[in-house]
């Protein structure tokens, strides 16, 4: 049994049976069974199906916040906002159903068409920091695209997942299309991606388990989409806004209590600026509100488990420049940190997860960039500049997916997600993440006679 906490109360919130590899072998086969019937289903009708989930997501958005913020302790203003943003990612896809098409190429003799064809049974693997949203990013395209999923959440938050399995089928989406497995990532995980009826892995995740997502998949050719760490730079040139600058930076590291992929951890600061920049930046912490999650003013809740607060707390080892306050008693708090750092300090160079940011000076462009590249992952990222062509200078020369210029935002519905070196590859969100969910079929017709 699978004893399911309340990060918040470290009360248990359920007790949830395990499938093993027999009970994925059977959602397999389910999956399997239900793909040449919703492949068939017209287009227009898919989209349908995908717009009522959509408005039943909204029409339960308080109860899933709720879930959401229980399982995951997250603010539940937070845990609000992303329920509507997967509300949405179900109205874009319903929408991009009969948009996704192929061509008409022109060759000799005849006619040339593409097809986009759905792979099959496709295993959708997700993490504990952002669970309904990144199920949502990824069921969305694999069911407009026509395929059937095995949706496999992380083990210590599968709450909202179930929740989002009854409202498929009250959405009128048949049976086996969408099967939801609450298991071991080294169980119901690795039978997935060693599965030969499996077409496919939309991991997300660390890159540590990406890498052996990857060499699993191997054996039987499945296509993968990664979506794994980052260690984000957030760049602030001394010609910046640096008041605007300062303000928005704690909720770049600090929301979801940092458990976020796209937590830009390095602020990287041109030295001119350096002592004013630390001086807003711990001014504007200290009002991030850190408390109950219940409580529609909280913008900061605990970390995920007692374990990951042991990993977290081993990476601040010198006297920080800035430390929070966390509430008394039960849960997982760990507080707002911010630590002076060096990009070589372990600090910088590995994915803390936690809220604990590294300031860093640079002096120049030329060091910014060398600085924010200076690391294996390349997720996202940040530059705040008044200078237009420094902007898009730096933004071109950081090896990231996601950037943004006076602003930390790195997600929207109808844009494209994803990291680059070994922050992984594919893209979610938007209409690119179609691609990953459909091949490519080329037929000829001759035209002689
Ligand atoms: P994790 O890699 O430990 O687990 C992710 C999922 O993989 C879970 O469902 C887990 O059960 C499963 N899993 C574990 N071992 C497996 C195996 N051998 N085979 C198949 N599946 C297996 O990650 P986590 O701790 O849940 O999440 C945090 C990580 O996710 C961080 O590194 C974070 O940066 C990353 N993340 C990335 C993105 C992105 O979009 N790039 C978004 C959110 C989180």
């Known amino acids: 049994m699978l004893t399911v906490l309340n990060p918040a109360t470290e009360e248990p919130i359920a007790e949830l049976e395990q499938a093993g590899v027999d009970e994925t072998d059977a959602a397999v086969a389910r999956a399997k069974a239900a793909f040449p019937a919703w492949k068939a289903v017209a287009p227009a009708d898919r989209g349908r199906l995908l717009r009522r989930l959509a408005t039943l997501v ?52 005849g006619v040339d068409i593409t097809f986009r064809e759905p792979l099959g049974v496709v295993g959708l693997i997700v993490p504990w920091n952002f669970p309904l949203n990144i199920s949502s990013w990824k069921l969305g395209p694999a069911l407009a695209c026509g395929n059937t999923v095995v949706l496999k959440p992380a083990e210590l938050t599968p709450m909202s ?36 009826d499996v077409a496919k892995i939309g991991f997300t995740g ?20 990664l979506e794994l760490g980052g260690k984000s730079a957030n760049v602030v040139f001394a010609d910046a806004d640096l008041e605007r600058a300062a303000a928005a930076a704690p909720y770049a590291v600090f929301d979801n209590a940092g458990q976020d992929c796209c937590a830009r951890s390095r602020i990287l600061v041109e030295r001119s600026a350096y002592d004013r920049f630390v001086e807003l ?54 507080p707002c940190t911010i630590v002076e750092a060096t990009n070589d300090d372990r600090i910088a160079r590995e994915e803390v997860f936690g809220p604990v940011a590294a300031v860093i000076p640079f002096v120049g462009e030329a060091e910014a960039i060398r600085l924010a590249n ?5 997720l996202s990222g940040s530059i705040w500049t008044r200078d237009g062509a420094r902007a898009l200078r730096v933004a071109r020369a950081v090896e990231a997916g996601v950037l943004s210029v006076n602003s930390n935002s790195s997600v929207r519905v109808s844009t494209p997600f994803g990291g680059m070196k ?28």
């Open 374 to 378: 200076d690391t294996p992952y390349g």
């Open 161 to 196: 997942a179930l929740r989002l399995a009854e409202l498929v089928l009250e959405a009128g989406i048949p049976e086996g299309v969408v099967n939801v497995l609450v298991g071991k990532g080294s169980v119901v995980g690795s039978r997935l991606v060693e599965h030969p």
């Open 58 to 109: 909204e029409e339960h958005g308080e109860e899933l916040a709720r879930i959401e913020s229980r399982n995951v302790g997250k603010p539940i203003s937070g845990a609000r906002a992303e329920v509507g943003m997967a509300a949405q990612v179900f109205h874009f896809y319903a929408g991009a159903v009969d948009k996704h098409y192929g061509e008409s190429i022109p060759v000799g003799g």
């Open 281 to 334: 930046l711990i001014e504007a912490t200290r009002g991030v509100k850190v408390g109950d999650p219940d409580d529609d003013a909280t913008e900061m809740g605990p970390l995920i488990s007692a374990a990951h607060r042991e990993t977290v707390s081993s990476f601040v080892e010198a006297k920080p420049l800035f430390r929070g306050d966390v509430p008394d008693g039960a849960g997982f708090w760990y």
């Open 206 to 225: 660390s890159t540590e388990v990406g890498r052996t997502v990857m060499k699993g998949a191997a054996a039987t050719i499945k296509r993968v989409t």
């Open 422 to 449: 070994q922050s992984g590859f594919g893209r979610e969100l938007g209409m690119h993440a179609l691609e990953g969910y459909s091949d490519v079929k080329n037929v000829f017709l001759s035209t002689e006679s």
